[in-house]
């Protein structure tokens, strides 16, 4: 298990459970275990999810991002609950912005 601090400044957990549910569904994430931690530290934009879920956004090629959703349960807990790479971002509220 490894920890990334989200945006907010919360130790989100990526367990072993999780990394394997993620690989299993999402196979080309397989050797980007890395990447999906820097998302989390490092995103472009983090976005509101469901059910208080939030999704940090990283663009990795042209048209392309890495997608890491995770929830923060407290101030000093919180854990990946997927990641996935797409060429689509959804409309939703962006809670965070890196600056430019």
Known sequence: MDIANSMNGVPIRL???RWFH???SHNDLAGHYDDVLN???HPDFVLKGYKGALIAIKGIA???Y???VYKELK???GF???AYITSKIKKRSITWRKKT
Request: charged share 45%.
């Open 15 to 17: 367990t072993e459970e």
């Open 22 to 24: 993620i690989v299993e």
């Open 39 to 41: 998302t989390i530290e």
């Open 62 to 64: 042209k048209r392309r």
């Open 66 to 68: 890495l997608a890491v």
């Open 75 to 77: 101030r000093n807990d």
């Open 80 to 82: 990946v609950l997927s």
